[in-house]
């Protein structure tokens, strides 16, 4: 498995975490890999921002 895929999993994985309601310290990638700990990020913060109500 190449890193693409891994950081489209992680990046899933991170979305899936935020809709759950799960803690945002909860991510699996520690200091091991920083890139898949910044797609893991990237995708949580999209669902949040998905699910919070609009700015007026």
Do not use: I, K, S
């Amino acid at each position: 498995m190449g890193f693409r895929e891994n950081a489209v999993r992680a990046r899933q994985a991170g979305a899936r975490a935020a809709l759950t309601g799960r803690p945002a310290t909860d991510c699996p990638h520690r200091g091991d890999e920083p890139l898949l700990r910044a797609a893991w990020v990237r995708g949580y913060v999209a669902a949040e921002q998905q699910l919070a109500p609009p700015e007026p």
